[in-house]
């Protein structure tokens, strides 16, 4: 069994907050680690050691930053296995999903120090009809707050610090502490390739406490937030008098229409793949099919056949290939919007049940969950669920399929699939989305490209592609007078 503390605790000795036990949630009966969390002055002290390393590291030349950022990377990346395990264990996602967050998280860290790398620092122009001199220059803020979520622990965590630190920022993460392990491994792998002490901190602290003593500090210049609604307005509100840069990507409510002339194995294997990776916990997952009438019953026939094909087990089993729910808590709530879609006269047609795949193995296990039959008025088409369960509405036409999809207060991700490029553009055009695919899966994404959350699932500058930039920078612009030096 692991312990592990919060690094500014252990090392000035501040006394240590609450122990939590980190459980696996394929078997509750496993602890995985302990976590002795920070109480509230050692959070509070992290963001002062974080602003006063600002200086040195902000001065510290770029490709001597890159270069201990690189080797982090690569450290990374050697302990691919080891890593992998440490996700499965926190999280419960299959061994191979495990892998693959580690994988895209080196793809989004490296293409966030090649935007580095790249950025013109100091751009200068003259104004030839005054002679002027004037040139823009990029500068960092200063202290960076980033909160990560427990689905995603390794790849968000990632594709946040690197660019942060990368443009001269210095950092406090606070990873959730249902899988704090992850955050704790990338943590050893910057220690390991040279970071200097204070310029980066792990935060092991409940919410409440970053509520009070993190999110509020006046040394805090920017915070990117990846978690729910509720929470990211939280922090619009508590900040909204103060000069913070904000970064939210909250929740989604992602659709994929299916029309008519759409090629329907394709688009029931999209489905499937983005429904039920990561148990349903993904944030840009799909948890609505809106199919037209004429297409239904064909597309639920291929569809049906796939998520029966689903092997619901432990992440450790090799011939697992979902997992269980991250935490109890979820568990429970994911049954309790079965129970409600049912009652509102949503048809179950897949799931909706809890499992017992290994014997004398409690885990959190639910089925892989289907409902046709939703309308538009019901919770399980607007409410985000976060889990495997997926919802299918019927429309008349592609007119009224793209009416649905935007008829929701989330705008994070949508597929279309259908063989026509005139009624794909429609719905590219007019989508309400940050996201938008066609003929690909609504989870579909490359490091070179921004997540952007329309509606409310996002606020401010968007993380990934060469957004770090931006919102990790601000601007000066220099005016020289011709007759200065």
């Known amino acids: 069994m692991k312990t592990l503390r919060s690094i500014t605790a252990c090392r000035e000795g501040l006394p240590a907050g609450p122990v939590v036990e980190i459980r696996n949630p394929g078997?509750?009966?496993?602890?995985?680690?302990?976590?002795?969390?920070?109480?509230?002055?050692?959070?509070?002290?992290?963001?002062?050691?974080?602003?006063?390393?600002?200086?040195?590291?902000?001065?510290?030349?770029?490709?001597?930053?890159?270069?201990?950022?690189?080797?982090?990377?690569?450290?990374?990346e050697t302990n691919t296995a080891r890593v992998a395990r440490i996700i499965t264990a926190e999280n419960g996602k299959p061994l191979a999903e495990s892998r693959r967050e580690i994988a895209a998280a080196l793809a989004d860290g490296f293409h966030q120090l090649e935007v580095?790398?790249?950025?013109?620092?100091?751009?200068?122009?003259?104004?030839?009809?005054?002679?002027?001199?004037?040139?823009?220059?990029?500068?960092?803020l200063g202290v960076f707050l980033l909160v990560t979520p427990w689905n995603f622990p390794?790849?968000?965590?990632?594709?946040?610090?690197?660019?942060?630190?990368?443009?001269?920022?210095?950092?406090?993460?606070?990873?959730?502490?249902?899988?704090?392990?992850?955050?704790?491994?990338?943590?050893?792998?910057?220690?390991?390739?040279?970071?200097?002490?204070?310029?980066?901190?792990?935060?092991?602290?409940s919410g409440s406490v970053a509520g009070r003593r993190l999110v509020p500090h006046p040394s805090v210049r920017g915070i990117s937030f990846t978690g729910s609604t509720a929470v990211g307005l939280g922090i619009c509100r508590q900040t909204a008098e103060r000069d913070v840069r904000l970064q939210l990507e909250m929740g989604g409510k992602n659709a994929c229409v299916v029309l008519a002339d759409a090629d329907l194995d394709r688009a029931a294997d999209a489905v499937v793949t983005a429904a039920f990776t990561?148990?349903?916990?993904?944030?840009?997952?799909?948890?609505?099919?809106?199919?037209?009438?004429?297409?239904?019953?064909?597309?639920?026939?291929?569809?049906?056949?796939?998520?029966?094909?689903?092997?619901?087990?432990?992440g450790w089993r090799a011939a697992s290939t979902m997992g269980p729910i991250t935490t109890r808590q979820h568990f429970k709530e994911i049954l309790e919007a079965i129970r409600v879609g049912q009652s509102a006269g949503a048809r179950l047609v897949a799931g909706g049940n809890s499992l017992s795949p290994v014997a004398g193995c409690e885990g959190n296990y639910l089925a892989p969950t289907v409902f046709g039959g939703v309308t538009e008025e019901m919770a399980l088409f607007r409410e985000e669920i976060f889990g495997p369960v997926l919802a299918v509405t019927i429309a008349h036409d592609s007119e009224d399929a793209l009416r649905l999809a935007n008829l929701s207060p989330y705008g994070l991700s949508l597929s279309v699939f259908t063989r026509s490029a005139r009624k794909a553009q429609r719905f590219l055009d007019h989508v309400e989305t940050g996201l938008s695919h066609w003929n690909l899966h609504t989870g579909y994404r490359e490091p070179a490209l921004p997540i952007s959350g329309w509606k409310q699932s996002g606020r401010g500058i968007p993380e990934c592609g060469d957004q770090g930039r931006q919102f990790f920078t601000r601007p000066r612009s220099i005016y020289l007078s011709p007759r200065s030096g």
């Open 27 to 76: 078997n509750q009966a496993e602890v995985v680690a302990t976590v002795v969390t920070a109480p509230e002055a050692a959070a509070a002290r992290m963001i002062e050691s974080a602003h006063g390393a600002f200086p040195g590291w902000s001065s510290t030349p770029l490709p001597e930053r890159l270069r201990m950022l690189h080797e982090a990377l690569k450290a990374l």
């Open 116 to 140: 580095a790398r790249h950025t013109r620092w100091r751009v200068r122009h003259r104004s030839p009809s005054r002679g002027c001199r004037s040139e823009v220059r990029l500068f960092p």
């Open 154 to 205: 390794l790849a968000t965590l990632v594709r946040k610090i690197v660019p942060a630190l990368a443009f001269g920022n210095t950092v406090v993460a606070k990873p959730s502490l249902e899988t704090p392990c992850a955050a704790f491994a990338f943590f050893q792998c910057l220690t390991r390739a040279g970071l200097p002490a204070g310029v980066a901190h792990l935060a092991l602290c």
């Open 278 to 314: 990561c148990a349903g916990q993904w944030c840009t997952g799909t948890s609505r099919v809106i199919v037209e009438a004429s297409a239904h019953d064909a597309f639920m026939k291929q569809l049906l056949v796939r998520v029966r094909q689903i092997k619901v087990g432990p």
